[in-house]
């Protein structure tokens, strides 16, 4: 069975920095596409970066400038979203995915889906 469990959510200054983690369980770590999203109250959820260990692959979502870090341990089947210089606009619910085929960055890529862990950014 796919598991996804997503940590490391909170309260936070603007300005400052969280990681969030990804722990999986149940399929192939390399060979997945996993990715993390993030979903604010009233909007639509967005692709926020994935990463597909086999093949090297790595993408973020234009709108972050550099600020957020994906990272993966194959040890501990986790994967990281390191995120610094944040800003009340950060303010979701993030959620990591996972899919054995496509790498997009749209909700319809992925097939299994943790629950989520809050983030707020006070200004």
């Known amino acids: 069975e796919v598991q996804l469990v997503e940590s490391g959510g909170g309260l936070v200054q603007a300005g400052g920095s969280l990681r969030l983690s990804c722990t999986t369980s149940?399929?192939?770590?390399?060979?997945?596409?996993i990715a993390w999203f993030r979903q604010a109250p009233g909007r639509k959820r967005e692709g926020v970066s994935l990463?597909?260990?086999?093949?090297?692959?790595?993408r973020y979502a234009n709108s972050l400038q550099g600020r957020f870090t994906i990272s993966s341990d194959k040890a501990k089947k986790t994967i990281y979203l390191q995120m610094n210089d944040l800003k009340p606009e950060d303010t979701a619910e993030y959620f990591c995915?996972?899919?054995?085929?496509?790498?997009?960055?749209?909700?319809?890529?992925?097939?299994?889906w943790g629950k989520g862990t809050q983030v707020t950014v006070s200004s």
């Open positions: 995915a996972a899919d054995e085929f496509r790498s997009g960055m749209e909700f319809s890529d992925y097939t299994y």
């Open positions: 149940g399929f192939s770590f390399d060979d997945y596409a």
């Open positions: 990463i597909r260990r086999r093949t090297g692959t790595t």
